[in-house]
């Protein structure tokens, strides 16, 4: 009697490399390495840029974050952290930033004065950063403690990890898979 034929499976086993294959999705994949490589682009408008440069000192410790390096070139960076008061001469220059910094992007609005004007109920001063570029996540306080940055970026980082990133960003190549 003949021995029966070995049966083909989408994932074989192999001794030689057991441990070493992960399963996942596309977009589990290309969101994990988005959300622990985030490289902020710091726009420190006024004070709250304080607690933003000591976010970047050895005791908070961003890099836990991949964050450690800020970008001080659009083109580099990913996610705009707009930290302090938003005059209106400041507004389109960061407007212009905004629009240099290649999809995807996210913002955060760190500080009283960037989410909502803070206690500048004036003529020169945007009332919110969200009136001219959308916001991700916003951070309360004037100014910020620095544990609230790193707060504000673990939840950045749970917004990354829930996007569809293939589907909204490759949506050519999905269809012409379907």
Same mark, same amino acid.
């Given at each position: 009697?003949?021995?029966?034929?070995?049966?083909?499976?989408?994932?074989?086993?192999?001794?030689?490399?057991?441990?070493?294959?992960i399963?996942?999705?596309?977009?589990?994949?290309?969101?994990?390495m988005? +959300?622990?490589?985030?490289?902020?682009?710091?726009?420190?408008?006024?004070?709250?840029?304080?607690?933003?440069?000591?976010?970047?000192?050895?005791?908070?410790?961003?890099?836990?974050?991949?964050?450690?390096?800020?970008?001080?070139?659009?083109?580099?960076?990913?996610?705009?952290?707009?930290?302090?008061?938003?005059?209106? +001469?400041?507004?389109?220059?960061?407007?212009?930033?905004?629009?240099?910094?290649?999809?995807?992007?996210?913002?955060?609005?760190?500080?009283?004065?960037?989410?909502?004007?803070?206690?500048?109920?004036?003529?020169?001063?945007?009332?919110?950063?969200d009136?001219?570029?959308?916001?991700?996540?916003?951070?309360?306080?004037?100014?910020?403690?620095?544990?609230?940055?790193?707060?504000?970026?673990?939840?950045?980082?749970?917004?990354?990890?829930?996007?569809?990133?293939?589907?909204?960003? +490759?949506?050519?190549l999905?269809?012409?898979?379907?």
């Open positions: 009697m003949a021995a029966p034929e070995p049966i083909q499976t989408a994932a074989a086993y192999d001794s030689k490399i057991e441990g070493n294959i399963f996942t999705r596309v977009d589990a994949a290309i969101n994990w988005r +959300k622990n490589s985030l490289w902020p682009m710091p726009m420190g408008l006024a004070c709250c840029a304080i607690e933003l440069m000591a976010t970047g000192a050895s005791r908070f410790d961003i890099s836990r974050f991949g964050a450690e390096v800020m970008r001080f070139s659009p083109r580099q960076a990913d996610v705009m952290i707009v930290a302090g008061t938003v005059t209106y +001469k400041m507004a389109l220059a960061v407007k212009r930033v905004w629009d240099q910094m290649p999809e995807p992007k996210w913002c955060i609005a760190m500080g009283a004065c960037a989410s909502s004007g803070g206690m500048y109920r004036s003529y020169a001063v945007l009332q919110g950063i009136r001219l570029i959308p916001v991700d996540v916003y951070i309360s306080g004037c100014p910020p403690r620095p544990e609230a940055l790193l707060e504000g970026l673990m939840r950045l980082q749970r917004k990354i990890d829930r996007e569809h990133s293939l589907h909204e960003q +490759k949506k050519e999905v269809d012409s898979l379907a």
